[in-house]
């Protein structure tokens, strides 16, 4: 609400930079209360802005927003394009959670697409970087994920570390 009320007030008084953060975060906070609609459209408003700034990350990290949104329509083809696009600006910039996200976010896709060993591919490329950048949580999300496509895949043994794993790390958080 806080979020809402400071985007529909004087916001054209704030910084385009500050802007596209406030319509990320809000965009953020709609998709965690399951409003997809308003999830999106904040997140859009956040690529227009991040694009003015031309600022790189930014655009990245709104490209993978606005796919998952189209992930959670079930348009898978649409939300790859986002987020293809989005691994494309931020892979050369470097080791980043933006990154990890991107790379996961596609392993969704395949996994709903049932390509469960592209899926596996992305998680597992995912999960290191997670690991790599000692992100507690987004490890224990990657784990979860590749437990399931190596459920899918009959690879029981491995499914069963990967979600005892995410178990430990979630008690630690």
Request: proline share 1%.
């Amino acid at each position: 609400r806080h979020l809402e009320a400071a985007l529909s007030g004087s916001n054209k008084e704030a910084s385009p930079a500050l802007r596209a953060e406030a319509y990320s975060g809000a965009g953020t906070m709609a998709w965690h209360q399951n409003d997809y609609q308003q999830a999106a459209a904040h997140h859009e408003v956040a690529l227009a802005l991040y694009r003015t700034l031309g600022d790189e990350l930014g655009i990245a990290f709104a490209l993978n927003n606005v796919g998952v949104q189209a992930i959670d329509r079930g348009d898978y083809e649409g939300a790859a394009k986002f987020i293809e696009e989005s691994l494309s600006l931020v892979r050369p910039l470097g080791k980043s959670k933006v990154l990890s996200y991107a790379l996961h976010n596609l392993g969704e896709i395949a996994r709903h697409q049932r390509n469960h060993e592209r899926a596996a591919t992305l998680f597992e490329e995912a999960l290191a970087l997670s690991r790599e950048r000692e992100d507690i949580w987004v490890t224990c999300v990657q784990l979860i994920s590749l437990g399931l496509v190596r459920q899918h895949l009959g690879d029981y043994e491995q499914a069963t570390a990967h979600f005892k794993e995410s178990l430990l790390l979630s008690s630690q958080l």
